[in-house]
């Protein structure tokens, strides 16, 4: 029998709390946008009837700010409380709908900025919360969720043009025949393929860059990102230092972090092309889908 | 001789005020997404060292979490507190870009949502503070200030590939000879000219649209608009009533407020082809900008 019954199950409260880390004194997390971050979070507890069971979810901020978060959190809570979760699970997307859209709060950008943080957050601790129900981890409910339940969790209004329910549905269907055992098998076994970006804050030595390259290849890691876009000269000589400790069969990815425009992107992603650059990571603004693929062309 | 001296005064204060008017009572503001909104503003006043010199400006919300922006003014005070005019005003985009890019905030989406809107408020301060200094209307401060000053107050790194500096620059300088007096002297006679959206709210009865018309076309209006999306048989009936209203001569335009996808707005629009319509106002989500084109297309 499940431990819980979600008919049974109401939430009570919504906390936030803002927690801050001050990573900017050894220049972890810097790029060339964010040279002093101080990685953060506003992290949310989704508190129920069930003494037991709490959702937990997190957004992740650089410090600065963090209190912005915190409000719209506690602006949108409304909306969590009282809730049965029976109500939110079995129409999850018309629930995310109902949250994003409310009338006098979409205003300030449902699905931007501050408030689409603090959604996140908050729909982060109800997914928490749903695994916790159902007592398996987060991937495992989605692995087992039936396509039109998955399709079911999301929104397609602004996607119709290019992906309609129907055709995500197919797709879902078409992946899951394809010999889900196994992937599930090595899940178990293997865990989620990751990269670190770990080894190539902008802010960090050459020295420190090597050390950390061999730290992480004994951890096993096979892919490498680093942060690159103030000066072009620096990004050769990092990506080479780089590629020299990593090797030519492991994976290496930039990231500038909005720093250029389009024609910049172009010609900085020339000038490190020697380096067999696997991805580049918000070349430009992460609005400006036809300067993507401008850059992408080139 | 000037009354104020830019290069002696300071700002010394940063003020915010939370002011909700209750306009949802008579569903004024209602449209197909924002049925019940509250017209408000987070209202910002920059306090200088010269005591009869206050900069004021305002960012509009629609109620619920008008909070949020204001902490978010607050955030981003510290970047205003003790700076002095002159140096914001010889180069304002530079300013600009200081404000919305500030290292740690920048993250919570410098042109995006609740940190836009705040970064509005406060900068339309800074235009109104430069107004005043200037004991000019804004409008006539944009107007006397050079080519080459009014592109530096803007910030060009994601428009380059489609607008360079140099070609806002030389537009700027061909609208400048395209005889910019008889321009100013219809200003100063005739003012701006300016269309109206309070004839049309969702949530008004025909007969409210009916008075509200006559009201408008009394009072000089030569363009009306309309929020449409919710019923399309409802739309095709209260765009004739306004059409009949208003005549042929004047323009008639809708706004859907985002409600719709690519395929539906197509579809609606053509259903509203006869009533003559100027343009519609967000049909789809205001970032698809491929979207945007097909409706044009159509």
């Known amino acids: ?44 507890s989704i508190i129920t ?5 709490i959702g937990y979810g997190l957004t992740f901020t650089l410090g600065r700010g963090t209190e912005i978060v915190c409000v719209a959190v506690e602006a949108l809570s409304f909306l969590f409380k009282g809730q049965r979760l029976h109500n939110i699970y079995t129409n999850f997307g ?21 408030t689409h943080l603090a959604v996140a957050a908050l729909m982060n601790a109800l997914w928490d919360l749903w695994a916790k129900i159902e007592e398996k981890p ?25 992906l309609t329910k129907e055709e995500a549905l197919e797709i879902l269907k078409q992946q899951r025949e394809n010999d889900i055992e196994t992937k599930i098998e090595r899940m178990k076994t293997r865990g989620y393929p990751a990269y670190t970006t770990a080894t190539g804050w902008i802010g960090y030595s050459d020295d420190k860059v090597r ?13 490498f990102k680093i942060k690159v876009g103030i000066n072009l000269e620096d990004d050769k000589r990092r990506c080479k230092l780089m590629r020299d400790m ?3 069969d492991n ?14 992107a172009i010609r900085w992603m020339q000038g490190l092309a020697e380096f067999n650059i696997y991805w580049i990571e918000e070349p430009t603004s992460p609005d400006d889908i036809l300067g993507h693929r401008a850059i992408l062309k080139h």
């Not at 906390?15 to 220049?27: E, G, K, M």
């Not at 009837?49 to 069971?53: A, C, R, W």
């Not at 018309?94 to 859209?101: H, I, K, P």
């Open 251 to 264: 994976l290496l990815m930039v990231d500038s972090n909005q720093r250029w425009d389009v024609e910049e």
């Open 49 to 53: 009837s069930q003494t037991d069971l």
């Open 94 to 114: 018309q629930f995310w709908d109902r949250v994003t859209n409310e009338s006098q709060l979409r205003w300030l950008g449902p699905s931007k900025g501050v």
């Open 211 to 223: 050390e950390l390259c061999a730290k992480y290849l004994t951890l096993g890691f096979t892919a």
């Open 138 to 162: 987060l991937w495992r409910l989605l692995v087992d969720m039936s396509p039109e339940q998955l399709v079911s969790t999301m929104d397609f209004r602004y996607i119709s043009d290019v």
């Open 1 to 44: 029998m499940a431990k819980f019954d979600m008919k049974e199950i109401k939430i009570v409260d919504v906390q936030v709390q803002d927690i801050r880390f001050p990573t900017s004194l050894q220049a972890q997390g810097s790029d060339a946008m964010h040279k002093d971050p101080d990685y953060s979070c506003a992290y949310v």
């Open 246 to 248: 990593i090797g030519q």
